[in-house]
């Protein structure tokens, strides 16, 4: 794994190494409809990250752990794990969020971004190869601006003295089998899109730099929260600077399909046109009583609340596996008595059976081989635990756990 200047992460929990070998695993693209594999031997993947201004709710979780589960399929079957993911930590939401709570945008971020980090680390999940921040990148992002002006393929705006920049686009670039029949005008507007802006050349042309009278280009950190980069334009450049030519999988949650992912894959083009994205997995919505998760409803179910209630950290996970990757599900509070009563039979399986764990290590791969049918998965091994409670087996009983940890990141000690 190449690891450039970045974030500083979160401490990687244990993946022990088991034995034999994992299927293949094809998982659906989101773009085609198709199933799609790695086809070398490293595996690259670009998730687009927070927005740091709140703290990690069941929805946020259940992306980064499905993208988890996806990278621990991928170390199993060998591959050399490539992981770039963005923090935008500037953005109008954080900077609207610290003058509304009189903190600086800075120290908000910064505090968010610890929570955040906490929570992945209690959650096991892997951190990622280079976790980039936004400001971090303003140099590079300012050049490639320029560079898209001087090309004459941005154009600028200007109202009140200050302009912004825009990407040309056209229709051409939007005919992607998974946007037909999408009302893109539609949902560009409501996705904080300006499709009605007089003078923008195509609706769609998506803002690549946010200016500020007498400023557009001013570096510094402390200015910010004036001008801002585009966000299409900031997950392309770190896909590209941190990944390079292939992207095997572009991830993130299922409301990102369109604008922005589609948008980064534009800019991706544009930087960089050999570029190859191999696919895009967008994970399911959460809901909680009636409504999708969002910090504007206030119907957030937090991390760490769950954890602050008694729940055990592996039994939010075991919440989150328990639903496949691309659906969408509403959390109740059944699915945390299921997901405890589940850990707890694993458990008593460990110390007391354990015979036939590495048949069972094959029914759990093919599962995961299969789209990272994590539902699947926990399904074979509670029909195993079942039969298997007390004929003790003690290399048995380390595989199982050294399974749970490696394949599902739940661990059972
Ligand atoms: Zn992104």
New binding site residues.
């Given amino acids: 794994m190449t690891r450039k200047v970045s974030m500083r992460s979160w401490p990687a929990p244990q993946v022990p190494s088991l034995p034999g070998t994992a299927p293949t695993l094809r998982v659906l693209d989101t773009r085609t409809g198709e199933r799609v594999s790695v086809t070398g031997s490293d595996a690259n993947l670009y998730v ?1 990250g927070i927005t740091p201004y709140d703290a990690t709710h069941l929805g946020h979780a259940f992306t980064y752990v499905s993208f988890d589960i996806l990278v621990r399929t991928w170390l199993d079957a060998g591959l050399n794990v490539n992981y770039a993911q ?1 923090i935008t930590d500037i953005d109008d939401p954080l900077f609207e969020r610290a003058e509304e709570t009189d903190v600086s945008w800075r120290e908000l971020a910064d505090s968010q971004i610890e929570l955040f980090r906490t929570d992945m680390e209690t959650l096991n999940v892997i951190p990622p190869t280079n976790w980039v921040a936004v400001s971090e990148i303003i140099d590079p992002l300012v050049d490639e601006v320029k560079e898209l002006i001087e090309e004459g393929r941005a154009y600028g705006l200007t109202e009140d003295g200050r302009t912004d920049y825009y990407l040309e686009t056209s229709d051409d670039d939007y005919r992607s089998y998974h946007l037909e029949g999408m009302d893109l005008i539609s949902v560009f507007r409501e996705n904080g899109g300006d499709p009605d802006r007089p003078g923008k050349k195509h609706p769609l042309d998506p803002i690549i730099w946010k200016g500020v009278k007498d400023g557009d280009f001013q570096s510094e950190g402390a200015r910010a929260g004036a001008w801002r980069p585009g966000w299409h334009i900031e ?1 392309a450049l770190i896909g590209r600077d941190y990944l390079g030519e292939t992207v095997d999988i572009q991830g ?1 949650g299922a409301d ?1 399909v369109f604008p ?1 992912q589609e948008m ?1 894959l534009l800019h991706m083009a544009d930087f960089h046109p050999e570029v190859n994205v191999r696919g895009q997995m967008n994970i399911g919505m959460v809901a909680f009583e009636g409504h999708k998760m969002s910090k504007s409803l206030g119907n957030l179910v937090l991390v760490s609340r769950l954890l602050q209630r008694g729940f055990e950290p592996m039994v939010v996970r075991l919440v989150l596996l328990g639903h496949l990757w691309n659906s969408d599900w509403e959390y109740t509070d059944e699915d945390l008595d299921r997901a405890e009563r589940r850990l707890t039979r694993w458990r008593r399986v460990h110390h007391t059976g354990g015979a036939g764990a590495a048949e069972l290590l094959a029914k759990v791969r093919e599962r995961l081989s299969d789209n990272l049918d994590t539902p699947g998965a926990l399904a074979v091994i509670d029909e195993w635990a079942e039969t298997n409670e007390y004929n003790d087996d003690r290399d048995g009983a380390a595989l199982f756990k050294d399974m749970c940890q490696a394949l599902l990141g739940v661990s059972l000690s």
Avoid: P, V
């Fill in positions: 687009c963005n997950c993130g990102l922005h980064s």
